[in-house]
């Protein structure tokens, strides 16, 4: 048995969300590890954005969400991967570390975009902080194209 029997996708419909996808089936069906898909409505997403939280049903979150859900078990489906479907609403860095811990996953894979600190520091993301929660391997899955791409407007104001 391999040392990644138990793969944990985590799936957002974002670029960097299917690589990670992409990269986690692939490492799933040359393995053949137990695969789980989950996916997390961010409820402080769409919470800290009162506009668009109160001209979009909650209703409406969730089925979207679920949606995503559906397309990433059709398409590792479509792939030869059976994955278990999860999902969850609230923050991904409760939920990741705690449905890797469940599920006793020896892999988590994420997709993740590069932001500079400007823009870290507007959405309150910690993305290291899933490193600290979790006892399994990560695999980061990144789009080469967006690697080194930073936005302008953060390069302006980090040296103004």
Known sequence: MSAFGRILLCYDATREGRRALCHGASLAEQLHAETHLLAILNSLAW????D???????????????EILR????????RGVIATPHFAIGDPLD???????????DLVVVGHRRSG????????KNDRLL????????LVAMDPE??????PAETLSAHA
Do not use: M, Y
């Open 95 to 105: 939920h990741i570390p705690f449905f890797a811990r469940e599920l006793k996953a």
């Open 117 to 124: 600190p400007v823009r870290r520091w507007w959405s309150g």
């Open 71 to 78: 397309d990433g078990i059709a398409t590792l489906s479509a």
């Open 52 to 66: 668009v939280a109160s001209a979009v049903p909650v209703d409406a979150l969730e089925q979207s969400a679920r």
């Open 47 to 50: 919470t800290q954005g009162a």
């Open 131 to 138: 490193l600290d929660k979790v006892s399994c391997a990560v």
């Open 146 to 151: 967006h690697a080194n791409a930073h936005d």
